[in-house]
């Protein structure tokens, strides 16, 4: 299996290898017109005339094939000032995304970017087309399906638009699915940054409301993978708080209230498995202690309402004020070492 399989790649690194060596800058193209006419009486203005009929009526392929070699003989004519945006375009109409950004690099490097905003535009769309779902072609190759991951190359595109237009529109929304894609990585706290810096610099966009429940949702996320940090629920509750300073009348003041009391869910189902085991083990002031301190931590959930179950259903009272100093002060509970290890048993 694996010699077949690598045989398969012979003919994919055969065509990378073709398009390493060739002069991509010199397209097939120009022997056409040197074919036709000697080359002393070939002009810029004759192939800008010829690419620019095919853009026009979208024959991408001749109409690139015209502005290459205008960009490749005559780069400093006139004919060939925005030469690399239509190239960019048709590529980008043709479906060739990798092609029309490399392009649309190329345009931003000149003098005179006449369509920056535009260029802005289409790298976002092409963005938005890798987040939801586009592969890319191995080695930028036309004819080999698309199957490479494309996470990377969104990141890219967005960070991108960020640095060369940070107060943009289309900056904002790439603040917003770059910290989507992170949160897909389960680069949390990187998400969170990046939402952090939308709010920093749109505070009042249409999408700053998502943004702290974005934020809110990471920090349920993050106290999954960091167990019993204290700290996320700080953050947690200060985000909420900012967010109904900001928003006092937004519809989802109740759906951020409910994700901060999955989180308090989450904490207090720690306290709760931990009191099973101590109570399993044969240590009942010690499952009282964290049951207890379950409920004065978070009331309003419904492990509290279990804790305060089997507290009634143990022999024993847990002291309330000393539970509350001693186990609040530590940044997370600490178990002995035969503890914890029962304790994944649960």
């Not at 060369?164 to 949390?188: D, M, T, V």
């Not at 409301?209 to 700290?231: G, I, K, T």
């Amino acid at each position: 299996m694996k010699f077949g399989f690598k045989l398969c790649l012979i003919p994919v690194l055969l065509l990378s290898a073709s398009r390493i060596f060739c002069d991509p800058a010199r397209p097939s193209f120009y022997e056409e017109i040197l074919s036709r006419k000697p080359k002393a009486q070939i002009c810029a203005g004759e192939l800008c005339l010829l690419g620019t009929n095919a853009y026009e009526n979208g024959r991408w392929n001749e109409a690139i094939k015209c502005y290459r070699t205008l960009a490749f003989y005559y780069p400093k004519d006139i004919s060939a000032k925005n030469v690399w945006f239509y190239i960019g375009v048709s590529y980008f109409e043709m479906g060739e995304y990798e092609k029309a950004c490399e392009a649309f690099d190329k345009h931003l490097e000149s003098e005179e970017a006449s369509y920056f905003d535009a260029v802005i535009d289409y790298k976002f769309y092409i963005a938005e087309q890798y987040r939801t779902g586009l592969k890319k072609r191995p080695f930028g190759l036309k004819h080999v399906p698309r199957f490479a991951p494309s996470g990377d190359a969104a990141l890219e595109l967005y960070d991108n638009i960020i640095e060369i237009a940070p107060l943009s529109e289309a900056a904002a929304k790439s603040l917003f699915s770059k910290g989507c894609i992170l949160r897909q990585g389960r680069e949390f706290r990187e998400a969170i940054e990046t939402f952090n810096l939308f709010l920093r610099r749109f505070p009042k966009h249409e999408l700053a409301p998502d943004c702290y429940l974005m934020q809110l949702a990471l920090y349920y996320d993050l106290s999954s993978v960091e167990f019993q940090n204290p700290d996320i629920i700080s953050f947690a509750e200060l985000i909420l708080n900012k967010f109904k300073q900001e928003y006092p009348r937004e519809d989802r003041i109740l759906e951020a209230e409910g994700i901060l009391l999955s989180i308090e869910e989450a904490y207090a189902r720690g306290f709760y498995e931990t009191g099973i085991f101590y109570e399993r083990t044969g240590r009942p002031m010690a499952a009282a202690i964290y049951y207890q301190t379950a409920i004065d931590r978070f009331p309003m959930t419904r492990t509290a309402y279990a804790c305060n179950l089997k507290l009634n259903g143990l022999s024993v009272t847990p002291p309330q004020k000393k539970v509350s100093e001693s186990i609040e002060k530590s940044s997370s509970f600490e178990l002995d070492d035969e503890a914890f290890e029962g304790l994944k048993d649960i």
